[in-house]
């Protein structure tokens, strides 16, 4: 039976990301894992904390009746007010456990958002470069992606840019920060100046506009940097995240979507979330995860490794002459490309064994990104190739 045409299209433009991917496994068959340099998949290789490994294997010691059958699609009560609980730390805005909406992982939060508040052929601004499959995750929900270039060399959004691409059929504008590839965390003064504009342009339009914050890399900010918490700042807000590189627990896929309480009618997106959440098949997030996460919170990998990771490569490669803004958190590195053909550039790389992912896949051509979220020992021994792919493209060094 044929697919779709329409998912046949998609698959035609996909992640370029999982491309680069399935070509690392076909170079390392051919030429041994230690010889393949792969810095294209944000797949930690670090293990969640501790306290974790604790909590799972109290769990699996002392299990509690019930445990395994459903629960409310929003998930469970002391889970979502354990989130709440944690989230109030940086919220002006007392968040409760009816503003949360546990979910499988932020991609599934992201989805549940969008289907919860989109009508066709409704916008969604995405901010360039930009995570890959939010253009995906928009068409599944009948909405129409609309790209907005950021700051040129310091990757903030640009509020005059912003301002001009929103329309009557405006819906959202999804943030992404610490951000996806740049490492940049959007500064608070730009998202008070984004939610002046959003305020003016529902006033004039007459319409809803939300701000759909995506924060998985939110605990991952380095030299004493913050993100700021998106509720403290525009108003019609939702935060959709994950336990994926916090706790490192990509694989697990348990997220949530937090719903500011100041909102425009935020009960009665609550229960669009949860019937969305449902009706997309998703059901409920995971319940093991549900039950482990509530009591980890306050808990994260240890970031020193991944700042010990960017410094190096950041370092060493700005000496040997590439161009990239510093990362404040994540762990991407966003460098421009020597050659104006980004997608050529990769290919050059390739032939140092050296896996990148092209900046058009992110919407920004003329870049690559990097992901330092790999064993150290990898990094420093990549260094050679990494001299010897800026010689080839005619890189000069600092």
Avoid at 290 to 315: F, M, N
């Amino acid at each position: 039976m044929a697919i779709a045409t329409k998912i046949q299209t998609c698959i035609e433009q996909s992640s370029w990301i999982r491309k680069m991917f399935e070509e690392g496994d076909r170079m390392r068959q051919q030429f041994g894992a230690q010889h393949v340099f792969d810095f294209t998949i944000g797949n930690p290789a670090v293990e969640p904390p501790a306290a974790f490994k604790a909590a799972l294997l109290e769990l699996a010691s002392h299990p509690i009746e019930g445990m395994h059958r459903y629960m409310s699609n929003a998930g469970y009560p002391e889970t979502r007010a354990a989130v709440a609980q944690h989230l109030n730390k940086a919220s002006t805005q007392p968040l409760q456990a009816d503003h949360i909406i546990m979910t499988c992982g932020a991609g599934g939060a992201l989805n549940v958002a969008l289907k919860t508040i989109l009508n066709p052929d409704e916008e969604v601004l995405i901010l360039t470069p930009y995570f890959v499959e939010y253009k995906f995750y928009i068409d599944n929900h009948g909405g129409i992606p609309v790209v907005v270039n950021t700051c040129v060399d310091t990757f903030q959004p640009d509020v005059k840019a912003i301002t001009r691409a929103i329309t009557p059929r405006t819906k959202a504008l999804i943030l992404n920060s610490p951000n996806n590839p740049t490492g940049v965390i959007y500064a608070a003064e730009v998202l008070d100046q984004i939610n002046a504009v959003l305020q003016e342009k529902q006033r004039e339009f007459g319409t809803t506009i939300y701000v759909i914050s995506d924060e998985p890399y939110a605990r991952l900010a380095y030299d004493n940097s913050t993100v700021p918490c998106i509720f403290n700042h525009v108003t019609n807000s939702v935060v959709a995240t994950s336990h994926s590189k916090d706790l490192a627990l990509p694989g697990e896929r348990i997220g949530y979507l937090a719903l500011n309480p100041a909102m425009k009618d935020v009960h009665t997106f609550f229960e669009g979330a949860v019937f969305s959440n449902r009706v997309l098949g998703f059901v409920n997030a995971p319940a093991l995860m549900q039950r482990l996460v509530a009591g980890l919170q306050d808990e994260s990998v240890d970031i020193t490794a991944y700042a010990q990771k960017r410094d190096l490569l950041y370092s060493r490669l700005s000496n040997m002459g590439f161009k990239m803004v510093k990362p404040e958190g994540g762990f991407y590195l966003f460098p421009q490309s020597p050659l104006s053909d980004d997608v050529a550039f990769v290919k050059m790389a390739q032939e140092e064994k050296i896996l990148l992912v092209p900046g058009r896949g992110f919407g920004a051509p003329g870049y690559f990104r990097i992901a330092y979220c790999i064993d150290l020992d990898i990094i420093e021994r990549s260094m050679p190739a990494w001299e010897r792919l800026a010689h080839k493209g005619g890189i000069t060094k600092n």
